[in-house]
């Protein structure tokens, strides 16, 4: 073992201060095929500090959609791909962890023809492991599935009549239940009380896929569910998405104009409609997420047209809204509207896990300013969880197409993982040995760190280094190196990019004890990065 102890070149700030930074890029995968449309619609962060990403992917030759999942590890190494093909398209929507591990997926089946029963096929890492048989109920059918820590299909449910039924959103209670959300225009079959063009729709199923109650809400005209989220205090289900049917009609108490974003609680032991409030002015909203904050109130995010009723500002074309609403009687706490000249949409949203600020993900397209921003670029926008105030926003992308569909906490402070797609090979995009494209849409995965601002370059690919403090008999940092056969650099930066130390490390070195240095004697975060000449790199940090 070579153990190096010495004093490097020191750069030592005497006026450091700790300051908030955008998020930066220090981790990122492509995946996909150079014809084949491949995209990342959900993700679900796992209780053993893994992730779980679902969305499609397209076969080349049939040009049909099949459900695509990956499971990461701690390292955001992808160690599973699977596959869920039927003749017909399917597509996943969103993605929960299911108690027992594994996770529960759901979106929709819709089979090439009309038969009684559909072949399903799971592959993992190419393989073909596992055919189920599914019951189709109509043209468009929608579909929940357990896949389980073993990677096999456990259990699945379809649901649906003669017409196009699908779950758009998951949620899941203390019990190990789940609500399956999203919209019906099926008249027929499992549809019971259809009131008018697209009813919300909305179900509450066991763990291992029971059926325990299914409801339809809405007016005569068009409503449909997004998000759903559990409240634990109110012991209800709250569901989030939008209606387009006139104030007084059928569930509908108010609507302010063309499309509201709609809210909705939920009995959870009959699915009864317990209450609702539309939010939104004279144009178009739609609510395309919902979270509860820690206080127990309700935030949720939506595209946004209108600059009236609800709504203070429009920016151009659709803004990305978000409003907190006091869970007791659904008024609005704050709101914020946010935009360029161009389009710009709200995906989803997240708390911040140390401070409950809100994240909030999405895309963006501002034709009036230069490249990168071609097309559209991915957007993320941080606000205050108690005024709403913007914190800071941020584009991502290339100079091709670059979507932002989902978001959930990495496992550092400050630290988010981001799913999408995009068709960029440039920019902020790093190719990860795909084929050159060739107008398709690749799933794209990204891990954004605020605290990584001044140590990592766009397009880093990073692996976690362990850390060791000690405080006697002298303070002391034990940096546990990979032993690489090649020379590297250690590199140790305040967040706001000030570098405190460098240093050149030898080939083979296995630990780095850095003591009776100045720099011990500096409270704040500090951020470690190693990287060899061949630029592997590695990351760390640890707080005095």
Request: proline residues 4%; glycine residues 10%.
């Amino acid at each position: 073992m070579r153990i190096i102890s010495q004093t490097a070149i020191l750069l030592l700030i005497l006026n450091y201060s700790t300051l908030l930074a955008q998020p930066t890029i220090t981790w990122q995968k492509v995946w996909g095929t150079a014809i084949a449309d491949d995209e990342i619609e959900a993700l679900a962060a796992l209780p053993n500090q893994t992730f779980a990403a679902a969305g499609i992917t397209t076969d080349a030759i049939t040009g049909q959609t099949d459900i695509l999942i990956f499971w990461l590890n701690e390292k955001l190494q992808i160690t599973d791909t699977f596959i869920i093909a039927a003749p017909g398209d399917e597509r996943a929507y969103a993605i929960a962890p299911h108690p027992e591990g594994g996770v529960v997926v759901a979106g929709y089946l819709r089979p090439a023809e009309q038969p009684e029963t559909v072949s399903a096929t799971l592959y993992r890492n190419g393989q073909d492991t596992q055919n189920i048989d599914l019951q189709s109920k109509g043209e468009h059918d929608a579909w929940a599935f357990y896949l389980n820590q073993d990677g096999e299909i456990e259990w699945s449910l379809t649901m649906g009549g003669s017409n196009e039924d699908l779950f758009r959103a998951i949620a899941t209670n203390n019990e190990g239940q789940f609500l399956l959300a999203g919209y019906a225009i099926s008249k027929d079959g499992d549809i019971k009380n259809h009131i008018g063009l697209k009813d919300a729709w909305a179900m509450q199923i066991d763990g291992e896929g029971n059926l325990i109650w299914q409801g339809i809400y809405g007016g005569d005209y068009n409503e449909q569910l997004y998000g759903a989220v559990w409240h634990p205090d109110k012991l209800k289900w709250i569901a989030a998405g939008s209606t387009a049917s006139p104030s007084g009609n059928g569930q509908i108490s108010f609507n302010h104009g063309a499309t509201d974003c709609w809210v909705i609680a939920l009995d959870a032991e009959t699915g009864e409609l317990q209450s609702e409030k539309t939010f939104g002015g004279s144009q178009a909203e739609i609510a395309t997420d919902i979270v509860l904050t820690t206080d127990g109130n309700l935030i949720f995010c939506a595209p946004s047209l209108s600059n009236d009723g609800d709504l203070t500002a429009n920016y151009g074309d659709n803004d990305m809204w978000v409003a907190k609403l006091n869970s007791n009687d659904w008024t609005i706490d704050w709101q914020t509207s946010w935009g360029e000249k161009g389009e710009d949409q709200a995906r989803a949203l997240m708390l911040n896990p140390e401070n409950g600020d809100v994240i909030i993900v999405g895309t963006t397209f501002d034709f009036s300013i230069s490249p990168p921003n071609y097309f559209f670029d991915l957007q993320l926008l941080r606000l205050n969880k108690d005024t709403g105030e913007i914190v800071w926003h941020k584009k991502y992308g290339g100079s091709n197409y670059d979507f932002g569909n989902c978001i959930v906490p990495g496992l550092g402070s400050d630290e988010y993982l981001v799913g999408g797609y995009t068709d960029s090979t440039d920019g902020d995009i790093v190719q990860g040995g795909i084929a050159p494209r060739h107008g398709a849409d690749n799933a794209w995965l990204i891990r954004f760190a605020e605290w990584a601002n001044g140590v990592y370059e766009i397009g880093a690919v990073a692996e976690p280094l362990f850390i060791e403090q000690q405080q006697q008999p002298d303070k002391a940092v034990i940096i546990h190196l990979p032993q690489i056969a090649e020379q590297g650099i250690l590199q140790i930066v305040g967040t706001s990019g000030i570098k405190f130390y460098e240093a050149n490390i030898a080939p083979g070195t296995e630990q780095y004890l850095i003591k009776n240095n100045p720099l011990c004697k500096h409270k704040g975060l500090f951020l470690v990065k190693y990287q060899t000449k061949l630029n592997k790199t590695w990351f760390g940090k640890f707080v005095w």
